[in-house]
């Protein structure tokens, strides 16, 4: 990104909302939940974001509003050290591995789109390296240009096709089965699995401890209210995300899915519902280019990590860094592609599925763990409370609980959710 700030303070939330919401909250929530029980798994998940998204995405805008850097660069001049490079290294590693796959899911909301205006789509293939293609092109253009223009006028649009989905969705028969599912929870299914996976959504929703929303605060202007901004991009992802699965639950009941079908569920159940849409090849069409848009958002947004830190820790140019991070990132995404259909698994796991356990349940929670425990133990309070102060009103107790949280609760909680899920305790 070049060095210039958000044109508007409003940019700013649009741009983090638009790599917030995405495929996570359409394609990657309504199958999470589906597998995990429904209205138990969004209890959760709802806990999730309060207690650990939050306090994690305000301590991103610190590190990097602060600092004006990459994830790398940013804990190397706040630290005054390199002890904390891992960290930034753990970043850049796992958003070239969530790319890998994202655009692989890129590419099936592109398969869709193409059969839906032609009735017929290239293998799924083609499909990610165009996802890679467009993603590329988005990143040339700069930030304002590109990113805050996109998701300014396009998302809202993307919410109201939603509602509409919702109300077609509501008003099959039996639909009530789905609602009853989504926000009735049963308390017994409400187990340690049901908490990692809960949490990793949330880490992945929220686009967190991978140094992403640490990227976009370094272009925040000094003025913009850093908890507002926390409070508005959890809240509106998360609406997002619940609205997508009103509008799935019901229809999934309706037409006698499964709802624990897996990373399939949106694309198997939605166009049952277009198809029972008056004008429904018309809204399937636009559907599927909104999502096609709020995908490239997001995936813009995860480039930019190590496009900026090749660009600022080795002076590699913008032209040079984007086309060695989507080379890495084609032979990575090819192979997850091809994954899929039953080459390149490893211990019965698609390397689509590696990336995704390894990224969203393992190192997400460990960025998000690392950037908490340095505001909270190693980096001076003073300094954290007078950035956070700037441009908010911010009282002094809220900033001494949100403190008091990233010390203790936050990393406890990431920890525990994180070894009962790996079955150690
Ligand atoms: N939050 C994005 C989504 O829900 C995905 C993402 C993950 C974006 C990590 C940036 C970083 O689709």
Not at 369 to 374: E, R
Request: charged share 10%; proline share 4%; hydrophobic share 55%.
């Amino acid at each position: 990104m070049e060095n210039s700030k958000f044109a508007t303070k409003i940019g700013v939330v649009m741009a983090a909302a638009g790599s917030a919401v995405g495929l996570g909250n359409i394609w990657r929530f309504p199958y999470l939940t589906g597998e995990n029980g429904g209205g138990a798994f969004l209890l959760v998940y709802i806990v999730c974001v309060l207690l650990v998204g939050l306090p994690v995405m305000l301590s991103e805008f610190v590190i990097g509003r602060r600092s004006g850097k990459n994830a790398l660069g940013a804990m190397r001049a706040l630290s005054g050290s390199r002890r904390w490079n891992w960290l930034g290294w753990s970043c850049v590693a796992c958003s070239v591995l969530i790319l890998a796959f994202y655009v692989v899911v890129t590419g099936w909301c592109i398969r869709h789109l193409l059969l839906s205006l032609f009735g017929v789509a290239p293998p799924d293939m083609v499909n990610t390296l165009i996802a890679l293609a467009v993603n590329a092109a988005v990143l040339w253009m700069g930030v304002q240009k590109g990113i805050e223009r996109m998701s300014r006028w396009l998302m809202p649009l993307l919410l109201v096709l939603l509602l509409l989905l919702v109300l077609r969705s509501l008003t099959l028969p039996g639909s009530m089965d789905g609602l009853r599912f989504l926000f009735r929870p049963v308390w017994s299914k409400i187990t340690g699995d049901v908490w990692l996976s809960a949490l990793s959504q949330a880490f992945f929703s929220l686009s967190i401890g991978l140094g992403c929303m640490l990227t976009y605060a370094a272009y925040m202007r000094k003025n913009q209210n850093m908890p507002r901004t926390a409070l508005q991009v959890a809240g509106i992802d998360t609406l997002v995300a619940i609205v997508a699965g009103v509008a799935v639950f019901p229809a999934v009941f309706s037409f006698g899915f499964s709802p624990a079908e897996g990373p399939q569920l949106v694309f198997s159940v939605l166009p049952s519902v277009f198809a029972a849409m008056p004008w429904g090849g018309v809204f399937a069409v636009c559907f599927f280019f909104l999502l096609l848009i709020a995908a490239i958002t997001s995936s813009v947004s995860i480039q930019e990590i190590a496009v900026a830190y090749l660009g600022e820790q080795h002076g590699v140019s913008r032209g040079r860094a984007l086309v060695v991070t989507t080379a890495v990132t084609v032979v990575l995404a090819v192979a997850c592609s091809l994954s899929l259909d039953g080459v390149f698994q490893i211990a019965g796991r698609s390397l689509f599925d590696w990336f995704d356990f390894l990224t969203s349940k393992f190192l997400m929670p460990l960025g998000g763990m690392g950037f908490v425990l340095f505001l909270g133990w190693f980096y001076p309070s003073e300094g954290s409370c007078e950035e956070l102060q700037q441009g908010s009103r911010l009282p002094h107790w809220l900033f001494l609980c949100w403190l008091w949280a990233i010390r203790i609760p936050v990393p406890i909680a990431i920890l525990i959710i994180f070894l009962h899920g790996l079955g150690m305790v």
